[in-house]
């Protein structure tokens, strides 16, 4: 399995601002995805982050508030936009590897105060 | 359709015990079932899964069951033991037009009691 690397691991940050989540796999990969997981709760599917090309964004998630880079077969982020308290969140990076398994990092994990 | 349904919320099990979780999905696209297990202050961890062409999956003291034509699958932990303490997520994945997705159960909290 792929590891998965995620900066930061924990932040709290002022609402109203902006904060960038990297995640950085040690192979390249073709799948990546974003994740969130509110306190208690499940794994709700943020967007797909494709190579070279505009993140596919599931319903109730939009690119102004949460833009996602992709540049390289290894690497991408996510931007969480004009956080509000609502967004505090675990945001979880991960990759498809092997047939239809996917596998994540340690979590990011934001508090918006 | 894209829903994983998945029970119980909660299970405390004594040490040694059977500790079940039970999932159900409705889209016939699914063709592959992971469970996840995920501690406190990490991310989920891949645990064990299943292709729909298979009735029973074992490792170690777990074991997935899958029951094609009623469309549910569960996770049973044998001889159950309190490092096993932890949140599992039953989920289900597929290919298809709109690329690869996995959706995920809501998660069952599950206490081992010494």
């Known amino acids: 399995s792929a590891v998965i690397s995620q900066k930061p691991s924990r932040d709290i940050c002022q609402r109203g601002t902006s904060l960038t989540i990297q995640c950085q796999v040690d192979s390249q990969v073709t799948m990546m995805f974003w994740y969130r997981q509110q306190p208690g709760q499940s794994l709700t599917l943020i967007a797909t982050?494709?190579?070279?090309?505009?993140?596919?964004?599931e319903s109730g998630f939009v690119i102004d508030k949460f833009p996602i880079s992709r540049p390289n077969l290894t690497f991408s982020t996510l931007t969480v936009s004009n956080m509000s308290p609502e967004d505090s969140s675990i945001y979880l990076c991960?990759?498809?590897?092997?047939?239809?398994?996917?596998?994540f990092g340690e979590g990011s994990w934001l508090t918006v105060v | 359709q894209q829903q994983v349904k998945q029970s119980p919320q909660s299970l405390i099990v004594q040490k040694g015990g059977i500790s079940i979780i039970n999932c159900a999905y409705e889209?016939?696209?699914?063709?592959?079932f992971p469970w996840y297990q995920q501690f406190p202050g990490k991310g989920p961890a891949l645990l064990i899964a299943i292709r729909p062409d298979v009735s029973e999956k074992k490792e170690g003291r777990f074991t997935i069951s899958f029951n094609k034509s009623a469309k549910q699958f569960s996770l049973h932990i044998m001889d159950s033991q309190p490092g096993d303490s932890a949140t599992y997520f039953c989920a289900a994945s597929s290919t298809g037009t709109g690329g690869f997705k996995t959706i995920f159960g809501a998660g069952t909290r599950l206490f081992v009691k010494a």
């Open positions: 889209n016939t696209a699914f063709d592959y």
């Open positions: 991960s990759v498809q590897s092997g047939a239809n398994t996917i596998y």
């Open positions: 982050a494709n190579q070279g090309s505009e993140a596919t964004y």
